[in-house]
């Protein structure tokens, strides 16, 4: 469970997501599942609104997207590493700054002037030249951080399907291995304020696996200060003022496991689940 997320999300919503994502600049967070080999053909699901693939995504523009119009993520669906690249609409680059342009209301009159004498293309010029912002552009988009759920290996896999739900907004990924049926179900709750991953099996304590958070730049990750089933993710976008003052956005994301049965260790940021029935 990540903190800091509708249900309900239209077609529409979702593309605006992988827009925010397509923003931060990750193009290829993840290289195709080479230790899987899948077999078995899965027929279509009897909704007409999911996506559906037999495959993992093999690159960033295969992933499908999640998202609740400020929490957003990218799902791979890799078998035995899996991959969500994640976003907070607030995570930019740079500081607050105040843009306004003292010399707009000075050139406002001349623009007005030109404009009723239909001299539009020096008023278009006049107005560029002293009433835009200062500074006149925005700072690049920035991705938060990258969620790993690290699997044992899984070296044949069979009935793997990996879908998005256009009516729900939730994310899935199944297969079998070893004749239990793994699922996986993501989603981006604004209810719950958060992104949801939800595992289970049908059958009793096979879930095992590793969940790490990395980011490019300017974070670390750490174990929870004050909750052993949990990771913190701290940072600070690297950006100084004029005076070399450092002004980056502070931001911070927490992991959490909640588990029904099994076992969970947490050593320096690296969450080990052994032996669950199911975890959210």
Known sequence: MIGSGI?????????????????SGVTNGQQPDKTAATSGAVSAPADSLTLWYRQAA???????????????????????REHLQMNDDTLWDGYPQDGA???????LPDVRRLLFEGKNKEAVDLAGRNMMGRPSGVRPYQ??????LEWPEMAQITDYRRSLDLDTAIAAVTFKHNEVTYTREILSSTPADCIIVRLTADKPG??????????ERDAQSMSHPSDTQAILQRGQINCKDGKGEQRGLKFAAVVKAVTRGGSVVNTNGILAVAGADSVT
């Open 143 to 148: 991705s938060l951080g990258d969620l790993w």
């Open 58 to 80: 093999n690159n960033w523009n295969e992933a499908l997207p999640i998202g609740n119009g400020r929490l957003g993520a990218m799902v791979f669906g890799v078998v035995n």
């Open 7 to 23: 249900i309900n999300v239209a077609a529409k919503s979702l593309l605006f997501v992988a827009a925010m994502s397509m923003a």
């Open 206 to 215: 096979s879930i095992t696996f590793k969940a790490t958070v990395t980011r």
């Open 101 to 107: 342009n003292p010399d707009s209301l000075k050139a």
